[in-house]
């Protein structure tokens, strides 16, 4: 996978809590971040996906079959 270079800005306190616990987990500080934002992103998905189910059952977000999405795309199966 590629690899994309971000500049951040951080909290001290938080700042200083990542060189501890990369220190203590013998980890870079690159490391623990592409880890607590996948742990954070895994965790948004599950929200994101109770928020659709929610608006489905509600009615107030419309569902197509497949089939119906396929035709409209003009993709044959």
């Given amino acids: 996978m590629a690899t994309v270079k971000k ?3 951080l909290d001290e306190s938080i700042a200083k809590e990542l060189e501890v616990v990369a ?5 870079s500080q690159r490391e623990i971040v592409e ?5 954070y992103f895994d965790y948004t998905d599950i929200i994101v996906a109770d928020s659709v189910t929610r ?16 035709k409209v795309l003009g993709i044959e199966l």
Avoid: N, Q
């Fill in 35 to 39: 880890s607590a934002l996948d742990f």
């Fill in 7 to 9: 500049l951040i800005s």
């Fill in 23 to 27: 220190s203590v987990m013998h980890k």
């Fill in 55 to 70: 608006e489905i059952e509600a009615g107030t977000m419309k569902i197509y079959e497949s089939d119906e999405v396929y």
